[in-house]
T-cell receptor, first 113, second 114 residues
Framework: QQQVKQSPQSLIVQKGGIPIINCAYE??????FPWYQQFPGKGPALLIA?????SEKKEGRFTISFNKSAKQFSLHIMDSQPGDSATYFC????????????FGSGTRLSIRP | DTGVSQDPRHKITKRGQNVTFRCDPI?????LYWYRQTLGQGPEFLTY????????KSRLLSDRFSAERPKGSFSTLEIQRTEQGDSAMYLC????????????FGQGTRLTVV
């Protein structure tokens, strides 16, 4: 059972463009939504996270948009750079218990120079 | 290096053999998680510990898998009678137990069963 659905599977964007990665979740018990970035040969690393009491969160060039009623959230990367080329995972968990994280299937992002 | 450390980084084993992986979490963290990641997929939760207690196990964790965290420090994940389907990256992560805390991942152990 896929509890967090992520799209697209892969994405190619020119430098300076704004890649957008979308996710949808099913379990309304989820109330913490992190995004992880993974480079080849490395473990995932937390990029940015949001809770459903806000509709948007920005950290540097990364923005999460959150739609609680639709159970959807998305990651936007402003002024994308070749160094942003990586695999991005959306995820969901239960904030209060700091329990397991459920990951989406990932988006392989490539930023062309 | 004060990050999450996993050993070995790579393991090639013959089908039917037993393998054991080790994870050393960030020392102050009381939560430790194991995930499995196959090529082109997101990490899948296997199990997690709070201190030495194993609090949850996924249905993915068959009887051939066992994890321990003696004394609440490092953890081991053992796979008995390995199968080709066990080939994957095994990731360890650690965190504090309070809500919203970041989980830090190790670089993983890549298992290849031949």
């Amino acid at each position: 059972q896929q509890q967090v659905k992520q799209s697209p599977q892969s994405l190619i964007v020119q430098k300076g463009g704004i890649p957008i990665i979308n996710c949808a979740y099913e379990n309304t018990a989820f109330d913490y939504f992190p995004w992880y970035q993974q480079f080849p040969g490395k473990g995932p690393a937390l990029l940015i996270a949001i809770r459903p009491d806000v509709s948007e969160k920005k950290e540097g060039r990364f923005t999460i948009s959150f739609n609680k009623s639709a159970k959807q959230f998305s990651l936007h990367i402003m002024d994308s750079q070749p160094g942003d080329s990586a695999t991005y995972f959306c995820a969901a968990s239960r904030y209060s218990s700091a329990s397991k994280i459920i990951f989406g299937s990932g988006t392989r992002l490539s930023i062309r120079p | 290096d004060t990050g999450v450390s996993q050993d070995p980084r790579h393991k090639i084993t013959k089908r039917g053999q037993n393998v054991t992986f080790r994870c050393d979490p960030i020392s102050e963290h009381n939560r430790l998680y194991w995930y499995r990641q196959t090529l082109g997929q997101g990490p899948e939760f296997l199990t997690y510990f709070q201190n030495e207690a194993q609090l949850e196990k996924s249905r993915l964790l068959s009887d051939r898998f066992s994890a321990e965290r003696p004394k609440g420090s490092f953890s081991t994940l053992e796979i008995q009678r390995t199968e080709q389907g066990d080939s994957a990256m095994y990731l360890c992560a650690s965190s504090f137990s309070r809500g919203g805390t970041e989980a830090f991942f190790g670089q993983g152990t890549r298992l290849t069963v031949v």
